[in-house]
């Protein structure tokens, strides 16, 4: 072999080497974010999970229904549960 063909042999071998190492140190990186948008996902999920049931309270809230009923447990209930005992000792 000449001196051009192992000056172009020591080329591609550099080449080749640099390129190794490059793609090593890729893939190692695109692992590492891999793993990052992983855990991005998770609480991803975690806030549309929270925010159903936000709306779902809000819903409860504004609606007519949801208004009622909200008055219903805290005025009518207890009064109700007073009138249930009272009738319940004048029976006795």
């Known amino acids: ?30 692992i590492g974010i891999s793993k ?3 855990e991005v996902v998770i609480e991803g999920q975690d806030i549309a999970k929270n925010t159903n049931g936000i709306v779902s309270n809000v819903k409860g809230m504004t609606s007519i229904g949801g208004t009622v009923e909200m008055f219903v447990d ?4 207890p009064k109700l549960k007073e009138k249930m005992k009272e009738t319940k000792k004048e029976e006795k």
């Open 74 to 77: 805290k005025y009518v209930n």
């Open 36 to 38: 990052e948008v992983k």
């Open 1 to 30: 072999m000449n001196i051009a063909e192992w000056i172009i042999v020591v080329i591609l071998a550099v080449t080749l080497f640099v390129f190794l190492i490059c793609g090593i140190v890729l893939i190692i990186k695109l």
